[in-house]
């Protein structure tokens, strides 16, 4: 006597009712999709740079612990640090304490602002300071930091930075030099970082930061000879003295963080004008959805200047 189901007949079987219940799925009239929120035009969010609580004054900084307390007290969302105001104290244990703090604090660590020169004639000095990048970069890491700003550096020849400032940001070359040499300087020196900055994904943001970087210009120079996605701008508003609406549309597409100076109480070596509703709208041309981090500079007392410059910033951003 045979069975009346054969393994055969009821793969058949199933395969039918499968296939008929696939169909009426298909035909089935569709739940209501719902549809996601706009996504905003841009996401800024506000930072404070630790200089902001320094300025190199005289007498000895305040500590990084410190100002992160600040920053969260005051509502940033996030901290930018000056590398040279850490301290000689950068072992791994701080690094890693540093960035628990903030994180208890609901505080992104969003940069990293580092020093160095790279307009030396000398091949051993500008490998000093490839080595200074190289390690800056690892302390960012370290950090969960995902930028660093970095400088072209400059001549050296004025007689210190009040000079400078005296000068607006321009002095003569070393004797013997030319621009053309000192941006091959640069950029080769820069190549040298960028393998580090991808291993370790962190951006090289090069400011316009007087020297070769004093104008967009000269930036822009320096990362169209690259053409890195690990080496990007930082747009200080502060360091341009001429055609500054000009010159922030210029690097704005390139930007990776925006540094946004403040003058409360007078600037300590100059004041700007700064509208930052226009700085707003060129930013939103850009598409620029990162940080604006707080560098104020005026010689009003910070714990009263910093907070007021972030509500101005606020609503400036809108």
Not at 40 to 66: H, K, L, M
Not at 137 to 150: D, F, H
Not at 288 to 311: N, R
Request: proline fraction near 5%.
């Amino acid at each position: 006597m045979s069975h009346p189901f054969t393994r055969r007949s009821v793969f058949s079987v199933a395969a039918a009712a499968w296939s008929g219940l696939a169909t009426k799925m298909l035909l089935a009239e569709s739940p209501p999709v719902i549809p996601l929120p706009p996504r905003p035009a841009e996401r800024i969010r506000f930072g404070v740079s630790t200089y902001s609580f320094w300025q190199f004054r005289d007498g000895e900084p305040p500590n990084i612990e410190s100002c992160i307390n600040l920053a969260a007290e005051m509502g940033f969302d996030g901290v930018e640090i000056l590398h040279v105001q850490m301290g000689d104290n950068q072992t791994n244990a701080r690094l890693q304490q540093l960035k628990q703090q903030a994180f208890r604090h609901g505080l992104d660590l969003c940069g990293f602002s580092t020093h160095q020169s790279f307009v030396k004639p000398d091949e051993a000095e500008r490998q000093k300071n490839v080595d200074h990048t190289i390690h800056c970069i690892e302390l960012a890491y370290a950090l969960g930091i995902p930028t660093i700003r970095v400088n072209t550096g400059r001549w050296g020849t004025s007689k210190d930075f009040d000079t400078l400032m005296a000068n607006q940001g321009i002095e003569p070359r070393l004797p013997g030099y030319t621009d053309e040499d000192g941006f091959g300087w640069v950029i080769g020196s820069l190549e040298k970082c960028l393998k580090k900055a991808e291993e370790c994904g962190v951006v090289l943001g090069l400011e316009n930061h007087w020297g070769l970087g004093r104008d967009a210009a000269g930036v822009l120079r320096v990362l169209d000879a690259l053409k890195s996605p690990w080496l990007r701008a930082t747009l200080d508003t502060g360091n341009f003295l001429e055609n500054q609406y000009e010159q922030y549309a210029q690097l704005a597409p390139q930007a990776v963080l925006v540094q946004a100076k403040t003058y409360h109480g007078g600037g300590k070596w100059y004041t700007l004008d700064i509208d930052y509703k226009r700085v707003a709208e060129i930013l939103r041309a850009a598409h620029y959805s990162g940080y604006i981090s707080l560098e104020m500079e005026g010689q009003a007392d910070p714990a009263i200047a910093v907070p007021q410059s972030l509500k101005d910033l606020r609503a400036a951003f809108g």
